[in-house]
């Protein structure tokens, strides 16, 4: 159950952007950062559920294409002033694979 999978290539991804993978659970986001590290979040912000995964990744950041939430990639919450946070999956990339383990 806490396996690692090979999801994608990192190529796959765009720089700045995400892809969607379908988990049991819903739809998970996984982003590429400038520096091509991978992180993966429910695709589900945690203000109304806008999906993340059309956001614009910045840094450790991405914008919630809804209502401009900020929202840090490596642990899920959301940016002071706003508060909350969506679950993380472990993501890692070797060989030039994305790796996802789903919490
Ligand atoms: S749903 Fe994401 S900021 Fe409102």
Same mark, same amino acid.
């Given at each position: 159950? &806490? #396996?690692?999978?090979?999801?994608?290539?990192?190529? $796959?991804?765009?720089?700045?952007?995400?892809?969607?993978?379908?988990? !049991?659970?819903? @739809?998970?986001?996984?982003? *590429?950062? !400038? #520096?091509?590290?991978?992180? +993966?979040? #429910?695709?589900?912000?945690? =203000?109304?559920?806008?999906?993340? &995964?059309?956001?614009?990744?910045?840094?450790? *950041?991405?914008?919630? @294409? %809804? =209502?401009?939430?900020?929202?840090? %990639?490596? $642990?899920? &919450? +959301?940016? !002071? @002033?706003?508060?909350?946070?969506?679950? *993380? =999956?472990? !993501?890692?990339?070797?060989?030039?694979?994305?790796?996802?383990?789903?919490?």
């Amino acid at each position: 159950m &806490s #396996d690692w999978k090979s999801i994608c290539a990192l190529e $796959d991804i765009p720089r700045l952007g995400s892809r969607v993978v379908e988990a !049991a659970a819903g @739809p998970i986001a996984l982003f *590429r950062t !400038a #520096d091509d590290r991978v992180f +993966a979040l #429910d695709d589900r912000c945690p =203000h109304k559920g806008g999906p993340l &995964s059309q956001g614009i990744v910045a840094g450790d *950041r991405v914008t919630c @294409p %809804l =209502h401009g939430w900020l929202i840090g %990639l490596e $642990d899920g &919450s +959301a940016v !002071a @002033p706003d508060v909350g946070c969506v679950k *993380r =999956h472990e !993501a890692r990339v070797e060989a030039g694979r994305v790796l996802l383990r789903i919490s």
